[in-house]
Structure formats: C-alpha cells, structure tokens
C-alpha cells in the first residue's frame, strides 16, 4: 500500500514537471517537436539567457560588495583563456548559469532533449569567447558580434564596464550605451589583438 501511493506520487509528480516543457503521448513517450519550432525555441532561449546574463551581469559590476566578493573572482582573469569561462564564484555561478538557464528552458518551452543542443552550445560559445583566440574560420566569429574579441575588450581594465553581453547577441550594450567597439591589430610576432576604437 504505502508503496503504491509513493509510486502513484511519483508518477504524478514527474508528469506534472514534464508538462511545464514537453507533451507525451498515451505511452509517456515524449513528443519531440518539429525541427523548425525546435530552432525558435533555442533562438528565444538565446534572446532570454542574453538578456538575463546582461543585467545580472551588469548589476554584479555596478554594485560594489558584489563585485568585490563574487564578480571579482572572473575578473582576475586580465588575459582571459577558454577554461576561464567557467572560472568564476560559486554565487555567480547560480545566479548567471543556473538561474539564466533554468529561466531560458521554461519560457521558452523546450524539450529536454532541446535544452541538450541548447546547452551544450551556450557552454562551447563561452568558451570560445574567453579562448583569447581569433581563428579563421571560427563559426562563432562568422555568426555572432559578440565573440573572443569582444568579450577580451571587456576583460581589459579599459573596458570593464562595457561589453557585458554574453554569450549570444551584443544588443543590450547596443541598446543601453554599454557596447565598446574595438579593432583587431595584426601583432608582428603573429596573431590578432583586440584594442578599443579611438573615435
């Protein structure tokens, strides 16, 4: 008896949660959605974590106690490399990933399987972003404004309070007046270096 009811809670409890994403049809399977809604649901996952991460991110660099004792801890990272990304405080960690991501999978109403592709590319464009890296034919320099470049303007002690978008689309520093253009110089010893733009 007592484990019929715990199962019984159970099955209710795991199907309550699978319907705040997903639909299953009479089996419990899980209905996948069609490929097309599936690319709309990463896009407006993008749009939500971005926009998420900007104020979060923005708000741990304007308030003092925050910065100095969570934010910071990024930040020692003058010269940012790709294990970096993730190099951060414990408290930042919940508030930017966690929090952001767990926020973009509900609204936008993805599958898990979805929140798979979807997070295992936010991760991978975070740490190419922090990589310090232009290299030909990076897909993400090709498709995505914010990039290695321009996120290592914003680890420069000129530019920390700039660029603070991560990881997908630059545009609430466009919009907000936080966004740093930059040039990439060609370095004599080989590579790029990413510099602000002196108007």
Request: charged residues 15%; contains cysteine.
């Amino acid at each position: 008896m007592h484990y019929q009811l715990t199962l019984e809670f159970s099955t209710v409890r795991d199907q309550s949660r699978s319907r705040l994403t997903s639909t299953a049809d009479a089996s419990g399977t899980t209905i996948q959605p069609s490929i097309p809604v599936q690319i709309v649901q990463i896009i407006v996952a993008m749009l939500i974590m971005d926009t998420w991460q900007y104020f979060v991110h923005r708000f741990m660099h304007q308030n003092k106690y925050l910065y100095r004792h969570v934010h910071s801890q990024h930040h020692r990272l003058v010269v940012p490399y790709a294990i970096g990304a993730l190099y951060n405080h414990p408290l930042e960690g919940l508030l930017l990933d966690t929090f952001g991501g767990a926020i973009s999978f509900l609204v936008s109403g993805m599958t898990a399987r979805t929140a798979v592709i979807f997070f295992c590319f936010a991760v991978i464009k975070t740490v190419d972003d922090h990589c310090g890296l232009w290299l030909p034919g990076n897909i993400f320099h090709i498709f995505f404004q914010n990039n290695s470049a321009y996120h290592d303007i914003h680890h420069q002690l000129q530019g920390t309070k700039y660029n603070y978008s991560q990881p997908f689309f630059p545009i609430w520093d466009k919009l907000l007046g936080t966004h740093m253009p930059f040039v990439l110089l060609k370095r004599p010893e080989g590579g790029f270096e990413a510099r602000l733009k002196k108007d």
